[in-house]
């Protein structure tokens, strides 16, 4: 029944390596969005998708890959995995593209730490 | 530029008291305003939505104020319990960005 889920809640790799972050959400939203929180708490965007369509693109380095096979899964792919990339990563969803007064749902959260 | 600022940055308060929790803005152009919870270890859930007409709006023993004139909002909790240990995070949208402030962190102890 969960709203947006994504695995693995937790992660820990090392430097170099390369990881993908699955989410999936049953709400039959059209926009998906990847969220990093960093030790301050502070949420930043990172990608937004509609329809499978990538939307927003914010400052984040090429080694960050999002994939959506359908508009239900947006997957996160993370290459040459470095220490900095410790974070939280949320996965999120809405029923239209520009959040508007639309409800954002958020995940559980992905631990990602890189040793 | 664009920003969300959130006070106190923590509050430590006694089960059963309220509080009052506060978010200014500089945020143009203003779409709406939302505040979420974040439990530890979760992801925020969403408390209240409120748009520029709106000044006032509730959710249970949550209630959400917002005066746009001066740009700010603030989030009173009534009667707290145990379970309102979190963090409160203010979230303004402008235009098709939203901007998050860094939240306020409350504990409730018995």
């Known amino acids: 029944d969960t709203a947006v889920s994504q695995t693995p809640k937790y992660l820990v790799t090392q430097m170099g390596n390369d990881k993908s972050i699955k989410c999936e959400q049953n709400l039959g939203h059209d926009t998906m969005y990847w969220y990093k929180q960093d030790s301050k708490k502070f949420l930043k965007i990172m990608f937004s998708?509609?329809?499978?369509?990538?939307?927003i693109n914010e400052t984040v380095p090429n080694r960050f890959s999002p994939k959506s096979p359908d508009k239900a899964h947006l997957n996160l792919h993370i290459n040459s995995l470095e220490l900095g990339d410790s974070a939280v990563y949320f996965c999120?969803?809405?029923?239209?593209?520009?959040?508007?007064?639309?409800?954002?749902?958020f995940g559980e959260g992905s631990w990602l730490t890189v040793v | 530029k664009n920003q969300v600022e959130q006070s106190p940055q923590s509050l430590i308060i006694l089960e059963g008291k309220n509080c009052t929790l506060q978010c200014n803005y500089t945020v143009s152009p203003f779409s709406n305003l939302r505040w979420y919870k974040q439990d530890t270890g979760r992801g925020p859930v969403s408390l209240t939505i409120m748009t520029f007409s709106e000044n006032t709006k509730s959710n249970g023993r949550y209630t959400a104020t917002l005066d746009a004139d001066t740009k700010q909002s603030s989030l009173h909790i009534t009667a707290s319990q145990l379970s309102d240990s979190a963090s409160y995070i203010c979230?303004?949208?402008?235009?098709?960005?939203?901007?998050f402030g860094k939240g306020t962190t409350l504990s409730v102890s018995s």
């Open positions: 998708y509609n329809n499978k369509e990538l939307i």
């Open positions: 999120a969803s809405s029923l239209e593209v520009w959040p508007g007064g639309n409800t954002i749902y």
């Open positions: 979230v303004v949208s402008a235009g098709t960005a939203l901007i």
